[in-house]
């Protein structure tokens, strides 16, 4: 960074001298009559030329907070119009030593708006840099609108592709967003996630068998990683998901037995075992799982969905006094969440409001404090969940940040940059907050149809249970009755012991070692 | 609603499909990759050990009834019969009141010394009744099966109390340090087991010249006291309500 820096400085100070020799050239061939009040306007031009050297000195000995208060003020001044670009490109650099990324952002989308042929591209550069590291896709998006490839230095290319591979799959553009996640070259910190990316890609295009040979090769490059890297998780639960697409069903359910249990990945991968386990028809295996999921450990999950696909195996397996309870316990916990879903949507317009709730909501999962909160926990939890939302409430939380450093230096704070940085600080957050509700009130809005939908397929499964117990009580009339005894009923318990395994009767006590490792041993009970 | 309709009629008749095939063979065979391959816990925004207790203790009164051995009680009855009443006010502490009735006579060793020394140890004071304010810091609940269909829930806790031990002639302040097991066989029910060490002024029941037969009857007031350490072990039935 330094030898950067050193290098914009001397060019700092052959550029201005250029540019103002032209202007005096160009001065004399214009007007001629001028060169008399020349004498002062020079004076004062050297003067903050010289004021200008000072600052850049300043950058050069390290002391960034001095040097980006003077460019500041020399970036205001009329007079050096021909150098601003140059003068915010470095008081960008200078606030990126500060760690305030999103100031130095806006002093390089200035620069960007001059077009200056040097500058302008060397702030695309760095404004991407900066926005990558802030999260913000807003200026991101800026800057990579403005991005010519071929001028763009090498290292980072790579980014650019990653970035503009993400705007195409955002935009649906499958094929050419594998394509761009495939350019990332393998030594770039976006490899795997560019990897990740271009499989899920693959997937959205319906081509499953690409997408397992790219997570395959996510997965062999990762290969000697911990089992918990974010990375390998990730690419293990993509195969998965690939192997499900391809309806190879028992590859899939392997694939996603393989997803570690201590990662944050595993409870979406136990869900959506169950649904391969289903159409593998593995029902008990299935019910395992259940079990788990609907522990009082996941009672702040939003899982509407597992509770109904349980059900639809109780009817495989003619258990309808359990289907029941499940139809119950979906209605239960489900209608009051629909109805106050619908409710706050009623009442509520405000952006700011949703906000507000996702705001408590994520206070209440980052603390052991409570929240009074207008929608159920589990709803905001969810919504917290979403990429989107998550991605800009990491965004708001770094702004947060910032504005905490600017806070905590007095003196900065006071000064005219200090101030000018609180004041773009408090805008974008203002802006970020009120995107952040309406990303809300979208995932509410699709919740509601969402709950809508499923309480008509739980409408059908509960006609369903209705017959099944009808014919069941017919035949138990006619004698055609089988029993409930369950699998196990005549297994001794020395046989889990001999075989390695620890045995409990489940008493409806839920022990966090023991989540994941339930089996259902009950049987079927159709004729 | 009709994309619903159709939905479900695909789940069922995929459900009257699949169901004879999925339980064909009723023997408990379970996948390996189903089996338990790690040891480690789930990740959980906010980790708890146990949800849905089936001990719940919090804010709920204790009762119990125990037998009291005193291990290392030389010549008094090292017997004790014992009440005890606590209230719960966390799920991590309770408060009681504990009050215990010793035996009457020596111990089988002090017999022993009279029968070879004609040593009479019934001469010196001995312990009558202790009373105790207890706390427990309940640190361990946990559960252990030991038939296919019993579980017993654990609740594994230290002990520290204040009170008196009142001997027949005086009243001694006396402290104690301990730890606890309950093993809860209902979910009211539970064995109890302590084990307390009782640190408290007590008269050394060794008097030179008085203790036997021919010799001048000691009064209590003869016999030295020094400080005396006594392990305990309780054993009781608890009852939760």
Redesign the interface.
């Known amino acids: 960074m330094k030898k950067l820096l050193l290098l914009l400085i001397v060019a700092s100070f052959v550029m201005p001298a250029a540019s103002s020799a032209q202007r005096k050239a160009n001065s004399k061939q214009l007007t001629p009559r001028r060169t008399a009040p020349v004498i002062p306007s020079n004076s004062r031009e050297a003067t903050l030329r010289n004021q200008l050297g000072n600052a850049l000195r300043m950058a050069q000995g390290g002391q960034y907070e001095s040097a980006a208060n003077a460019l500041f003020s020399l970036s205001r001044r009329t007079e050096l119009a021909d150098e601003r670009p140059q003068i915010k490109y470095i008081l960008g650099t200078m606030l990126i030593e500060l760690k305030m990324y999103q100031t130095a952002a806006f002093q390089f989308v200035d620069v960007i708006r001059t077009k200056h042929p040097k500058y302008s591209k060397m702030a695309i550069e760095k404004l991407s840099v900066v926005a990558d590291s802030l999260g913000d896709d807003t200026i991101l998006n800026y800057a990579i609108s403005r991005v010519d490839l071929n001028d763009f230095p090498a290292n980072l290319k790579d980014m650019i592709h990653f970035r503009l591979g993400e705007i195409k799959l955002r935009n649906r553009e499958f094929g050419q967003a594998a394509e761009l996640f495939g350019r990332v070259s393998y030594g770039s910190s976006y490899y795997f996630q560019a990897l990740y990316n271009k499989g899920l890609a693959e997937l959205e295009a319906n081509q499953p068998a690409l997408a397992i040979g790219t997570f395959n090769k996510m997965l062999d490059a990762r290969r000697k990683a911990p089992v918990t890297d974010t990375n390998r998780v990730a690419a293990q639960i993509g195969l998965a998901r690939a192997l499900y697409q391809k309806q190879d069903w028992e590859a899939s ?2 694939a996603y ?1 393989q997803v ?5 990945m ?2 979406d991968a136990i869900f959506e075992q169950s649904w391969a386990m289903l159409r593998a ?5 299935a019910l ?1 799982n259940f079990q788990t999921l609907h ?3 996941y009672e ?1 999950f939003y899982m509407p969905e597992s509770l109904l696909l349980r059900s ?1 195996v109780y ?4 258990k309808y006094d359990e289907m029941e309870k499940v139809l119950s316990l979906f209605e239960k916990t489900y209608g009051p969440v629909r109805t106050r879903i619908g409710d706050f949507l009623k009442t509520t317009t405000e952006a700011s409001a949703f906000y507000a709730e996702v705001e408590k909501a994520h206070f209440m ?1 980052t603390t ?1 404090k409570s929240a009074n909160l207008r929608l159920p926990y589990i709803v905001l939890r969810h919504v917290l969940d979403q990429g989107d939302v998550k991605r800009s409430m990491h965004y708001i939380e770094k702004l947060n940040q910032e504005r905490s450093r600017v806070e905590a230096n007095s003196s900065f704070r006071a000064s005219p940059l200090g101030q000018y940085a609180l004041k773009i600080l408090s805008n974008r957050g203002r802006n970020a907050k009120f995107a952040v509700g309406d990303m809300v009130k979208a995932h509410l809005l699709n919740m509601r149809v969402e709950l809508r ?1 499923l309480y ?2 739980a409408g ?2 509960r006609y ?1 249970m209705i017959t099944g117990r009808k014919e069941s009580i017919k035949k138990k009339i006619a004698g055609k009755d089988i029993g409930t005894e369950q ?2 009923e005549k ?3 020395q ?1 889990y012991i001999q075989n390695g ?1 620890e ?3 489940f ?7 023991e ?3 339930y ?1 259902y ?1 009950g ?2 009970s ?1 004729e | ?1 009709l994309k ?2 159709f ?3 695909v ?2 008749v995929l ?1 009257l499909l ?6 064909a063979a ?3 065979d ?2 390996p ?6 040891s ?15 001990i719940i203790t919090d804010g709920r009164f204790e009762t119990d009834v125990f037998y009291g051995y005193a291990m290392t009680e030389p010549i008094a009855n090292v017997s004790k019969i014992g009440l005890g009443i606590y209230y719960n006010t966390s799920e991590s502490s309770a408060w009681g009141l504990l009050l215990a009735k010793n035996s009457s006579g020596l111990s089988s060793y002090a017999d022993q010394l009279n029968q070879q020394f004609s040593l009479q140890f019934d001469r010196a004071p001995s312990p009558d009744m202790t009373g105790m304010i207890d706390y427990n810091l309940k640190a361990f609940y946990g ?1 252990m ?1 030991i ?5 017993f ?1 654990t609740l594994l806790y230290g002990s520290a109390s204040v009170g008196a031990v009142k001997y027949v002639h005086k009243t001694y302040p006396a402290v104690a340090l301990g730890l606890g097991q309950k093993f809860y066989f209902t979910k009211n029910w539970a064995f109890r087991f302590d084990l307390r060490l009782y640190a408290h002024q007590a008269p050394v029941p060794f008097l030179a010249g008085r203790l036997k037969p021919a010799e001048p009857v000691p009064n209590y007031s003869d016999f030295q006291e020094r400080l005396t350490l006594t392990t305990n072990l309780d054993v009781g039935l608890s009852y939760l309500f």
């Open positions: 359910i392997e037995s570690p249990r201590d990662t944050i595993w409870h028809a593995r029902f008990r295996s395992s522990s009082a450990y702040d639809i009817l495989y397996i003619c999962k052991d939908d008509e397929q059908f499964i369903e699998i196990d297994v001794d318990r046989f395994y045995y409990y009767p008493k409806g006590e839920y022990w966090l070692d989540v994941g490792n089996h041993l049987k079927q159709c | 609603m619903n309709g939905k479900a009629v789940v069922i459900a699949l169901h004879k095939a999925a339980f009723e023997v408990v379970l996948p990759e189903e089996l338990a391959q790690e480690v816990l789930p990740v959980f925004d906010k980790p708890v050990s146990v949800k849905n207790r089936n559960k099966s038939t296919k269909s019993v579980v829930n």
